[in-house]
């Protein structure tokens, strides 16, 4: 085994104590991962050779692999070097997965580079683990997450002895550091874990043992290694260091574990890397335009907003703001009119047992105000739709109703952490243009589409360009992995007739996969800025769950009640509702086009 001093040659470590030693985690690691792939060595006593599988291009295509020892690199460099130079991650059966990583069986085989948004991410995911190894050595502290960004970039969050920080000082030895990791060209390996295994390998951290001892038991746990780093993580990643060629640091701020303010306080610092030093100069003259277009300044400058410390993340709008605010309520509600939404107005307070129903006290209390009256617990409402669900179930519906589209224009209120606010894109107090359509399973597919004809005719108003995401089930989720399924695929199915386009199709819409609400899946609309900058404003979300909460019911005929319930997992009860008119559960659809009006 190599020894630490030998794996980090060339990158120069500064001990914040003075002691010039590495931080004593680093050789347990490493012993742990040498242990472990000697273990799974023995057991295969060695490579064997696999079967032949077939690989299928994008373009048709099919190229022979073994399985077990064929890599997507292997067949990039079959086809050309450029390829194989360019190419970051590839998408296997949709998949993401390693260019070193050997293909398992008969596959389809797309390659990505940095102009796609998946290389982008792995690209960006890649150099965060490096900015997490010169952290290491330059603090010794515990390292906690280190994600990609989409709208650029990425972070790794550190926790470090009390009253020790990164300052802005800092970042040109941190610079320092990552590039020379970054040059001395490592390749990224790839290590599925035994539960055990991990939490020896981590002993030392307990942010990284903490989220492994949340995993089951039997689920797949991955860690990867570069040189002597290695971290717990689900990659995949760009198969050698030196791909990146520029990096900067950007920021650093306080966070908290978890993002949760009882928990411990870490330092989070920010930055950006790309395959060539053009596009780092390319990116630091738009950060300089947008220094010049930041919206906190021009608000200030022609008294549109302001903000006081007496209601942190709430805007004041003023007169010549109100204008701009109205006008956009105005130009919604004409266009509400038109397209048969009915505009509705629900309190801001509900006391908690609504929010028990809804899901939100188990999967989003933390992001809500809280407050007691009278022994009983409230909260100002995040979201419309349980008030939604209680104005849906105020009498009996029939299906001749549906859809139904409610509009609501009502204030909302998250509890964002202060370190997280910034101007008008991230607030705690805000409105925002929200609809829930509740309709009947046929018909989910013509409202989608229906919604996104409706979003591009507000977009092109704007001259907005705008991507599509199909985000799919989290984690954390509510309901039946069936009913999760069959969303999923309705919102595929209403992305293909929109665009035209399959998945992962130029100028089609992309998967964004464990991204979705707790309650289902959504697509996310990111729309561009004049400085090519991506924000997220729009989504539609497609939801099972709140019906079946809340009892909503609607009466049908029975060829509707037949289809509903093989829609809702119901199939045993299918065919004795054939031959009867019965109540079934609408679907709700969730869906803004501004988003929130500030943002």
Not at 76 to 85: C, D, F, K, T
Not at 266 to 279: A, E, H, N, T
Not at 398 to 417: C, Q, T, Y
Not at 568 to 575: L, R
């Amino acid at each position: 085994m190599a020894s630490v001093d030998q794996a980090t040659e060339g990158v120069e470590r500064v001990d914040l104590d003075g002691d010039g030693k590495d931080p004593s985690y680093i050789e347990h690691r490493i012993s742990v991962w040498e242990a472990a792939l000697k273990k799974r060595e023995a057991s295969t006593g060695g490579a064997p050779a696999g079967e032949q599988v077939t690989v299928t291009l994008p373009d048709g295509v099919e190229k022979e692999a073994i399985c077990g020892t064929t890599t997507p690199m292997d067949i990039a460099q079959g086809i050309s070097e450029g390829l194989a130079r360019s190419a970051l991650v590839a998408l296997v059966n949709g998949q993401q997965w390693d260019m070193l990583r050997p293909l398992e069986q008969d596959c389809t085989l797309k390659f990505c580079d940095f102009e796609t948004l998946e290389g982008k991410m792995v690209f960006w995911h890649s150099t965060a683990h490096m900015l997490g190894e010169a952290m290491e050595y330059k603090y010794h502290g515990e390292l906690c997450i280190g994600p990609p960004l989409s709208d650029g970039g990425f972070y790794y969050d550190i926790h470090l002895p009390e009253g020790k920080v990164v300052t802005l000082k800092d970042f040109k030895d941190l610079e320092n550091r990552l590039t020379k990791i970054a040059k001395s060209s490592r390749q990224f390996q790839r290590m599925e874990l035994e539960k055990n295994e991990a939490l020896d390998m981590f002993s030392y951290n307990p942010f990284k043992t903490e989220i492994i001892q949340e995993l089951p038991e039997g689920a797949t746990i991955t860690a990867y290694r570069d040189g002597p780093f290695i971290d717990l993580c689900r990659g995949p990643h760009i198969p050698i260091s030196n791909k990146v060629k520029a990096v900067m640091l950007t920021k650093t701020s306080q966070a908290y574990w978890r993002a949760k303010a009882e928990n411990a306080s870490l330092q989070r610092v920010y930055g950006i890397s790309f395959p060539d030093s053009k596009k780092l100069t390319e990116y630091k003259r738009l950060l300089e335009e947008a220094a010049k277009r930041d919206h906190r300044l021009i608000a200030q400058k022609q008294e549109l907003v302001m903000f006081h410390e007496f209601s942190p993340g709430s805007a004041f709008f003023l007169p010549h703001g109100m204008r701009i605010y109205n006008t956009l309520l105005d130009f919604m509600k004409k266009e509400y009119w038109k397209r048969g939404y009915d505009e509705v107005n629900t309190p801001n307070i509900y006391d908690f047992a609504l929010w028990e129903t809804s899901g939100h006290a188990q999967n989003y209390r933390d992001n809500m105000f809280q407050f007691e009256v009278e022994k009983r617990d409230f909260g100002l409402k995040p979201m419309n739709c349980p008030g939604h669900c209680l104005m849906f179930r105020c009498r009996p519906r029939s299906h001749k109703e549906l859809p139904i589209r409610m509009a609501d224009f009502g204030a909302l209120h998250r509890n964002e952490l202060s370190g997280t606010l910034s101007g008008l894109t991230r607030v705690r107090r805000f409105q925002q243009d929200d609809a829930h359509i509740f309709c009947l399973p046929d018909q989910v597919s013509s409202e989608i589409v229906s919604y996104l004809e409706f979003l591009k005719f507000a977009y092109d108003v704007f001259g907005f360009t705008f991507e599509l995401e199909l985000s799919t089930r989290p984690e954390k989720y509510l309901g039946d992995p069936q009913l999760w399924d069959r969303a999923e695929s309705e919102l595929a199915s209403a992305l293909e007739s929109f665009t035209g386009k399959k998945c992962g199709e130029a100028g089609g819409w992309t998967l964004n996969e464990g991204d979705g609400a707790f309650y289902g899946p959504k697509i996310d609309i990111k729309v561009f800025d004049a400085l090519k900058r991506r924000h997220q404003c729009a989504t539609v979300q497609l939801d099972f769950q709140l019906p079946i909460r809340f009892d909503l019911k609607v009466r049908v005929p029975h060829t509707q009640k037949a289809e509903a319930s093989e829609a809702n997992g119901e199939g045993e009860d299918a065919e004795e509702s054939k031959s009867q008119t019965e109540l079934i559960h609408p679907v709700i659809i969730h869906r803004a086009i501004y988003g929130s009006l500030e943002r």
